[in-house]
């Protein structure tokens, strides 16, 4: 009949639905990029006006604007054959809560410091980046486990927290850990252990055993020191986001605040500046 067709009908030229807008705003980004045109900066505030005018509220662009200033891009290595065979090393958590960006990441930082054994590495002012404490009152406190934590966060190479303000009551604070270096170690002594396997089965084959009795050791040996790797890392990975997202639980109810440090605490900073500095 005349009328009927099998393609597809043409959008509406009257008004774009949310679903065709952001079809054209992503179109029109990726063909400035192709063109080669400077891309243009914009303000706060000019963003929030657009977003305005295309019907977004305030409210959920402040958050999306929050998030994108707190947002982590994964590295290469995260990709890698480390990351395939162990699995992820990389953890993070992030919460919008009750309060000024300065004062959650005072907050934030006697928490690390009080119960995670850390010590401050570098600091911003939006954001606070720790390790692991490796003098002696640190080294104590995690093999004596002092005060019952597991220290999930010790293991980690950094540890770092962004605080952004999303509105004047509100800001987004995300925390992220760092366990590659640990995964490492453990890859590198998943290799050695399989290298070990390899040697045994060369002298199995040079005292004349059957190919596949040779071969079985560095097969069993590698293997198992793999899959025993992964369950070390996925384990302590769990453990540290389990930490993070507490944290963030205590950070949210009002229990985790700026408070002054307890008596222990106290003498084990008093002991720590009293040790002699390595320069």
Known sequence: MTGDSNLPSRTNSAGLDRGALERVLARAAELQVGSGEPDEVLTEDQILDLGKEVGLS????????????????????????????????????????????????????????????????????????????????????????????????????????????????????????????????????????TVLGFAAGGVLAALNFAIGVAVAPAVLVGAGAFYLARGVNGRTATAAQLALEQLLDGLERGEITKAQPSLLSALAAAAASSLPRKY
């Open 58 to 193: 305030s409210q959920h662009l402040r958050q999306a604007l929050a998030e994108e200033r707190t947002r982590v891009a994964l590295p290469p290595d995260e990709g890698g054959l480390s990351a395939k065979l162990l699995g992820g090393a990389r953890v993070g958590a992030s919460r919008t809560i009750n309060g000024r960006p300065r004062e959650l990441l005072d907050a934030v930082d006697q928490w690390m410091q009080r119960q995670e054994c850390l010590q401050v590495k570098r600091q911003f002012p939006d954001r606070v980046v720790w390790e692991a404490r490796r003098d002696l009152v640190g080294t104590v406190r995690r093999a004596f486990n002092v005060g019952g934590r597991g220290y999930a966060l010790a293991r980690a190479h950094e540890v770092a927290a962004t605080a952004v303000a999303v509105d004047e009551s509100r800001t987004l604070v995300r925390i992220d850990a760092d366990l590659v270096p640990f995964r490492s170690t453990l890859a590198r002594q998943s290799a050695g252990a």
